[in-house]
């Protein structure tokens, strides 16, 4: 049975707790009391206006969007669509007015119960083994892909920087997708196609249809059948071949070169590319026509920049994989632990699985990586000096903050909960860690926590 809490931010004057407590346990899901601890279970916040303090408040209770919250304005007349975007952007998973719905309950009971299918599969071995992070940027997008390798048979675009995972991705979808009978999955490289040889490639050839042709062969649309076609770097096709894809995708049929008979193909279709696609089709060297065949579903991976929350997490992991079976990876020294939190990864993802490989090749003995252990190569300059943390990333966020209205002592209170939440994730929610990490004591963290949470009832 799926589990919801509720709480009023305010209007519980026109839609009472009995109400919905009543509504959500006739629809067959188990309410339980409101919890600062709950993680983990979907969350409804009612309010009768939009204010800074609730915007806080949800920012709080979804952890920036990890937890899902649904936002309900207890009567449409204080929901405009702004507010609506602005609710969703402090981290609610949906927004919407109680009085506009026909069937309270069971239309909640829907959402929530598909968004525990696709965290179940989220939080599967699966899924965590392969794909791994708890940045919020990172969970927002294996949801994303669960959902639609799960729930749909759309063909998906992905896109993202060199070393980001889209084969991992592809591979997933495939491994997700729930067609009955499903086949093999087909990963084709569009970086190494010969112009030549593409029709033999994609088509297949009929025997003796060009010199050297010995023999049948099936090619991709063939091999694929039932199944599903991966193009890894979509955007190196040139436009002629996307012309003769376009068909294919399109009607489901093609002809071998050679050949005079139509062929059958039914696939799901990935793609993926490292190219700015919006650009392509600017500059003509993509067809809108392909693209809007080929992004029946868009997914962008973040860089390792937008994720940094999950560079430890995944060094931890690259090191068990150096290691034999049931054995733990070794601790890192501070030092190590900032130049790898500091470091750029031009090659994302796939730098830092590198840079963890060369740095357990060099690591003997059974004590922590120390500075020692990091190739010399790689070492950062000592005449750099450390890194400025206040980039030109931090000055475009209070840049923004400021354009959107928010003053001083809001931008301030932001930036202290974040750095908290952070220091508490990077420590496993552990406050006296968290506490050391932030040069306060446990109780001032305590303290500051506490103040947080105390938002007025007419927030």
């Known amino acids: ?17 009995r109400t919905v407590h009543q509504a959500l346990s006739e629809a067959g899901l188990a309410v339980q009391d409101f919890d600062h601890k709950i993680a983990g279970v979907a969350g409804l916040l009612f309010f009768s206006e939009v204010t800074q303090p609730l915007c806080n408040l949800l920012r709080e209770l979804s952890h920036h969007g990890l937890e899902r919250i649904l936002a ?3 009567s449409q007349s204080v929901l405009s669509s702004n507010n609506a ?4 952007q402090a981290g609610a998973a949906d927004v919407f007015s109680w009085d506009r719905l026909s069937d309270p309950g069971n239309e909640i009971k829907g959402r929530v119960e598909r968004w525990d299918a696709v965290d179940c599969v989220v939080n599967s071995p699966l899924v965590q083994n392969n794909l791994v992070g708890k940045s919020p940027v990172w969970i927002s997008t ?31 979808i495939h491994t997700l997708d729930t067609r009955a009978g499903k086949r093999n999955l087909v990963v084709l490289d569009c970086t190494t196609i010969v112009p030549e ?22 090619g991709a649309f063939a091999l694929a059948d039932g199944g599903t076609l991966f193009l890894d770097e979509v955007g190196d096709l040139a436009l002629g071949l996307q012309s003769q894809l376009l068909r294919v995708i399109q009607e489901g049929t093609y002809k071998r070169v050679g050949g005079n008979q139509w062929q059958n193909t039914n696939f799901r279709l990935v793609c993926a590319t490292n190219k700015e696609i919006r650009k392509e089709l600017a500059d003509g060297k993509f067809r809108y026509d392909f693209y809007y065949r080929i992004a029946g579903s868009g997914c962008k991976l973040p860089s390792l920049r937008e994720r940094s929350e999950d560079i430890l997490t995944l060094t931890h992991h690259f090191m068990r994989q150096q290691l034999r079976s049931g054995e733990e990876p070794p601790m890192l020294d501070d030092p190590v632990r900032e130049y790898l939190l500091k470091r750029e990864y031009s090659g994302n993802v796939r730098d830092l699985k590198r840079l963890v490989s060369r740095i357990m090749y060099r690591h003997c003995g059974h004590g922590s990586i120390t500075v020692g252990d990091i190739p010399e190569e790689e070492r950062p300059s000592v005449e750099s000096g450390p890194a400025d943390w206040r980039d030109v990333s931090f000055e475009n966020s209070i840049q923004r903050a400021l354009l959107m209205g928010a003053g001083l002592r809001e931008i301030g209170r932001a930036a202290e909960d974040i750095a908290i939440q952070i220091a508490l994730n990077n420590e496993a929610g552990s406050l006296r860690r968290a506490a050391q990490k932030l040069y306060v004591s446990e109780r001032a963290l305590q303290l500051r926590r506490a103040a947080r949470r105390k938002i007025p009832d007419d927030a």
């Open 142 to 172: 294996l949801r994303q892909i669960v959902e639609v390798a799960q729930f749909t048979d759309a063909s998906v675009l992905i896109t993202g920087e060199t070393g980001t995972g889209k084969e991992l991705v592809a591979r997933l």
């Open 72 to 74: 309900i304005a207890v």
């Open 197 to 218: 040889l593409s029709g033999s490639e994609f088509f297949g050839h009929e025997r003796g249809a060009f010199t050297g042709a010995l023999s049948h062969r099936d």
């Open 85 to 88: 975007w602005r609710l969703c």
């Open 1 to 17: 049975m799926a589990k919801v809490w509720f709480r009023f931010a305010s209007g519980e004057t026109l839609v009472s707790k």
